[in-house]
């Protein structure tokens, strides 16, 4: 892979590399009805910046592990971040026309196919995670580990409890506690199981997954708030949808609870705490997931 001159362009090759693997996870050759077949591709090659399953190959990295081993589990967190997003733009959940500048899965497809494809995607990704051990050796212990981490933290534990939680504060969230559950589900549970998959990959010892665990929902958090901050001030066009959606859904956020100023610093101790996490755990090539840490809390979409 060539030298990219900014960590941004980095980043755009990385996600170039995942959607042209993306664009195979669906072998023409499988019979699947056709209607199914575009419904998933239309939202998995919908764009987006790629960034779980970047995490997948630079965690496997920051470990002296093999990315093209990690690509595998790469496509499937975002198949399941991709099925939990069509599954939220239904009207019975967030009830959106648009993702990323584009009609949602349902008002192109239906709301009946848009579940199916939801569904579909998500069963993917468990079929994803075993061709880690299937084409690249990966030992099947370490397959199993990552497979058991996906239910986990994919699953009622994680982010759909996450969503859950997030549905049910629609009838009023009172304190920033329960904003942050949602939060640490929602959004950070899928990172942590990213940085934990690629550092199963790569062998990772407990100590080293305790890191990226850490680093992962340090970061996941910051995340997230820093959505909410653009939410507030970010620009339409980028974003790829309208602004100040929280306001009129009357959704409860950060900049709510603690203010505008108050949350961009806290997306700042957030970002420290996640690089001190990576730091002192010494791995062997940490350098490219502590530049992610700084990229995500500077973005503008």
Known sequence: MK???TFGEYIASQ???VEAALIEALPASWDVPGSLR??????LMAGGKRLRPIMV???AEALGGSQAAALPVALAIEMVHTYSLVHDDLPAMDNDDYRRGKLTNHKVYGEAMAILAGDALLTQA???VTQAHRGFGIPAERVLAITEELSFYAGARGMVGGQAADMLGEQGITKLEELEFIHLHKTSDLIVFSLRAGGHIAGATEAQLNALTEFGYALGLAFQIQDDILDIIGDEQKLGKPVKSDEKQQKVTYPYFIGLEASEQKV???TKQAKTALIQANLPNPDRLLQLADYLMQRDH
Do not use: D
Not at 38 to 43: A, I, R
């Open 268 to 270: 700042k101790e957030l």
């Open 15 to 17: 996600a170039e590399r």
């Open 3 to 5: 030298t990219t001159s």
């Open 126 to 128: 468990f079929y994803s």
């Open 38 to 43: 575009e419904s998933m591709n239309y939202s």
């Open 57 to 59: 190959l630079e965690a």
